[in-house]
């Protein structure tokens, strides 16, 4: 594969029930996450369920971090998706990890980006200007 | 595993480059994903970077579908992660394929919930009240 970027998947069980549902918490959580792992802030989305159950996505310059819980199991499903070597996601993992008060974390690793070929790792952006062809309309 | 969710995560190879680029056509098609899921859309953000290159993410009532894209590779990485049995998060996975005009993916689906124990799949949204215990302040 030539990667482009890393896509830790984290299924955090055991948490903080009152965290997992307040937005105002996740926010400023997730936010300082990815300033953790180095990132770069682009923008960023919450929304609280009714009756209970919040979801977040903080885009950065370098792919996305999301969290999706479910207070009523003391669960949250949180994605770190990162690309270049600028960023380390597990900064972003460990930290979200604390916050949420998760005494067990399950997380699997995925590398992201163009199959085939020999293992190697491609430039999230290069520096050069663009010089991709574009298919004609 | 206690399932609650379904994520694939796809990688799009030889896409027409200047749709990747396009954020006007990448909203539209990525909006238009998730309702052909059967997803709840709640709300959205796109960010086009320079010199190429954007990010897009749907939250959905039933989890999200983000989508990053390199342009100068022809590639995207697309997630479609969605929760419950009202959606289909494969149905939004073909439909982003055609749309980017991508001749070949390749997908991982994973499941997402409470680690352990038998597998069974347990309700997204449970239908009686707030019943969880939450721990105290």
Same mark, same amino acid.
């Given at each position: 594969?030539?990667?482009?970027g890393?896509h830790?998947?984290a299924?955090?069980?055991?948490?903080d $029930?009152? #965290?997992?549902n307040?937005?105002? *918490?996740i926010k400023?959580?997730l @936010?300082?996450a990815a300033?953790?792992?180095?990132? $770069?802030? #682009?923008d960023?989305v919450?929304? *609280?369920?009714n009756?209970y159950? @919040?979801?977040g996505?903080?885009?950065?310059?370098?792919?996305?971090?999301?969290i999706?819980?479910?207070?009523?199991?003391?669960?949250?499903?949180v994605?770190?998706?990162t690309?270049?070597?600028?960023?380390?996601?597990w900064?972003?993992?460990?930290?979200?990890?604390?916050?949420?008060a998760?005494?067990?974390?399950h997380?699997?690793?995925?590398s992201r980006?163009?199959p085939?070929?020999?293992d190697?790792?491609?430039?999230?952006?290069?520096?050069?200007?663009?010089?991709?062809?574009?298919?004609?309309a």
């Open positions: 594969m030539k990667q482009l890393r830790i998947l299924e955090f069980t055991g948490c $029930t009152e #965290v997992l307040n937005i105002e *918490q400023t959580t @936010l300082e300033r953790q792992s180095g990132a $770069t802030i #682009v960023s919450f929304h *609280q369920y009756p159950g @919040l979801s996505v903080v885009v950065i310059a370098e792919s996305h971090i999301s999706h819980t479910w207070p009523e199991y003391g669960y949250a499903a994605d770190f998706f690309c270049g070597d600028q960023v380390d996601p900064k972003a993992c460990r930290y979200m990890k604390k916050k949420l998760c005494p067990e974390m997380t699997q690793e995925i980006g163009i085939g070929g020999p190697e790792i491609i430039p999230h952006k290069p520096l050069d200007k663009p010089s991709f062809n574009r298919k004609p």
